[in-house]
T-cell receptor, first 114, second 110 residues
Framework: GAGVSQSPSNKVTEKGKDVELRCDPISGHTALYWYRQSLGQGLEFLIYFQGNSAPDKSGLPSDRFSAERTGGSVSTLTIQRTQQEDSAVYLC????????????FGSGTQLSVL | RKEVEQDPGPFNVPEGATVAFNCTYSNSASQSFFWYRQDCRKEPKLLMSVYSSGNEDGRFTAQLNRASQYISLLIRDSKLSDSATYLCVVIVDSWGKLQFGAGTQVVVTP
């Protein structure tokens, strides 16, 4: 498909386990964002990749969270030693360089930490 | 103070009526503004950009007030399908980092 793809769509894990969330952006989109959204809340910025520049990690809530983007395309968000408060929908979005406000979102990964 | 603030609502609007709501931003250097729409349990989708001179897209009108640092969205002739949460988005730096408001919920009733 031509849209942003995220996997898995749902992830249930036990407290203390590590999880990896994947995002495949639209081909040619140089900017990639990760956000998370708790039920009934707004979007919380996590991390931003723009081309080959160093990512803006200012939104990562703790050192248990990390993300990488390989080859300027696919990105993986890793959460180590998951906690119950990590439960949320994790959304990935991408955009074309120069059109930062025009994001295309994936359908998200619903993470549930038991 | 949050960088981008919105009235969470809900705004309960009779079908066919007009509804308007604002979004305030704290960074006076912000240059670009957008409205997104998010349906329940769905991802946000771009509704429209907000231009300095104001712009219209069908029943939707967006305005920017730089002096008072807010943007607005007006929906005319509301439809049931307009029920959603409307997110204000501001580009806060030259690198393109976006800041989302928490959203304004609109409920259009028959």
């Amino acid at each position: 498909g031509a849209g942003v793809s995220q996997s898995p769509s749902n992830k249930v894990t036990e407290k203390g386990k590590d999880v990896e969330l994947r995002c495949d952006p639209i081909s040619g989109h140089t900017a990639l964002y990760w956000y998370r959204q708790s039920l009934g809340q707004g979007l919380e910025f996590l991390i931003y990749f723009q081309g080959n520049s160093a990512p803006d990690k200012s939104g990562l809530p703790s050192d248990r969270f990390s993300a990488e983007r390989t080859g300027g395309s696919v990105s993986t968000l890793t959460i180590q030693r998951t906690q119950q408060e990590d439960s949320a929908v994790y959304l990935c979005a991408s955009s074309v360089y120069g059109e930062a406000g025009k994001l295309f979102f994936g359908s998200g990964t619903q993470l549930s930490v038991l | 103070r949050k960088e981008v603030e919105q009235d969470p609502g809900p705004f309960n609007v009779p079908e066919g009526a007009t509804v308007a709501f604002n979004c305030t931003y704290s960074n006076s250097a912000s240059q670009s503004f957008f409205w997104y729409r998010q349906d329940c349990r769905k991802e946000p989708k771009l509704l429209m950009s907000v231009y300095s001179s104001g712009n219209e897209d069908g029943r939707f009108t967006a305005q920017l007030n730089r002096a008072s640092q807010y943007i607005s969205l007006l929906i005319r002739d509301s439809k049931l399908s307009d029920s959603a949460t409307y997110l204000c988005v501001v580009i806060v730096d030259s690198w393109g980092k976006l800041q989302f408001g928490a959203g304004t919920q609109v409920v259009v009733t028959p």
